[in-house]
């Protein structure tokens, strides 16, 4: 796998394989045919160099002097991010948050295909959610035996939040969206992201609050 013998990719570099992505998907859309590591840094504000040792993760890519074609590093991108194929996907919670995620189209486009939604609450139970029937979060493990899913996504309160994710384990989900306001415990080969809306706010409040202070003293 290109100049990474040991096979492990830093998580940050991940992270930028998908930010460089819906670049490319972008650039698709205008009808880009070719680019340079410089554009990258221009348009996303990766460094050209950050950029160039990222892909050396997985081989070489690009031509020296001519740069990169979209169409042939976006496919590459979507084979490494295992996204040019069918994810199957479950929804833990039918609350506010989980109705708009289980309604969000995006995920349907990226090959991410939201197979069930669970939830505990009776009154929801059997009802529709968008195209989903609401089930019991006690038939996860009978369901999803089914269903292989094994990416779950966790958007329930924070006190359930633990209990269903050991759930979710035992039903063979294998990685975890959490957007539970808590750190999960999970075993080794349990992957676990963590969304945390408040903490993306307090970031930006303190890049805002240092801007007001630069400004302040200029």
């Known amino acids: 796998m290109g100049n990474n013998p040991s096979g492990k990719v830093p998580v940050p570099t991940l992270e930028r394989m998908a930010t460089y992505l819906r670049y490319l998907l972008d650039l698709e859309q205008d009808h880009v045919e070719t680019i340079a590591s410089s554009d990258v840094e221009e348009q996303t504000g990766i460094n050209a160099a950050q950029f160039r040792k990222d892909l050396s993760y997985f081989g070489e890519f690009g031509k020296p002097g001519v740069g990169y074609n979209v169409a042939e590093l976006q496919n590459r991108i979507t084979k490494i991010l295992k996204i040019d194929r069918e994810q199957h996907v479950v929804m833990i919670g039918a609350g506010n948050l989980g109705s708009a995620l289980v309604g969000y189209p995006g995920l349907n486009e990226h090959h991410f295909n939201l197979v069930a939604v669970f939830d505990n609450n009776f009154a929801k139970i059997g009802r529709k959610l968008w195209e989903l029937e609401i089930l019991d979060i006690s038939r996860l493990a009978e369901i999803n035996a089914v269903l292989k899913a094994r990416i779950g996504i966790l958007a329930v309160p924070r006190s359930a939040a633990q209990d269903v ?26 992957v676990v992201r963590n969304v945390s809306f408040v903490q993306e706010l307090a970031v930006l409040s303190y890049h805002l609050s240092t801007d007001m202070v630069f400004n302040e003293q200029g």
Request: net charge negative; hydrophobic share 50%.
């Open 165 to 190: 994710t050991e759930q979710m384990i035992d039903a063979g989900i294998r990685a975890i969206l959490n957007f539970a306001p808590t750190i999960l415990r999970v075993p080794d080969d349990v």
